[in-house]
């Protein structure tokens, strides 16, 4: 069973910025797409960013392009988010994701992942 723990919410000021983490266990391959996605109170979840299995290749929301990165450290079963320049309308509850089955080219869908963290806190002031 794939377990996935996120980490580096918290609350800061609009310009400010956060890293989020996500430590990832339960699988011996790193060969998997992983994923962020946040939820605002009442609205749906929606994907942020994502990123190919080798960190080949990124996604991003065009809400947040330009100011988030995604990368990985496979060694370390490790998924970021860099969060920069942060608005108020990022405040939301930030879930990682992990895909299912390895080698995937679809990235963006709440159907493309099996497996979600417990998720994170960012709150931004303004």
């Known amino acids: 069973q794939v377990q996935l723990v996120e980490s580096g919410g918290g609350l800061v000021q609009a310009g400010g910025s956060l890293r989020l983490s996500c430590a990832s266990s339960?699988?011996?391959?790193?060969?998997?797409?992983m994923g962020w996605f946040r939820q605002a109170p009442g609205k749906e979840r929606e994907f942020v960013a994502a990123?190919?299995?080798?960190?080949?290749?990124?996604y991003y929301a065009d809400s947040v392009k330009g100011r988030f990165t995604i990368s990985r450290d496979n060694a370390k079963n490790t998924v970021y988010l860099q969060m920069n320049s942060l608005k108020p309308e990022d405040t939301a509850v930030y879930y990682c994701a992990a895909q299912p089955r390895p080698y995937s080219s679809s990235y963006e869908a709440i159907s493309d992942y099996a497996y979600w963290g417990q998720g994170t806190q960012v709150t931004v002031s303004s």
């Open positions: 990123i190919s299995w080798r960190g080949t290749y990124t």
């Open positions: 339960g699988r011996t391959s790193s060969a998997y797409g």
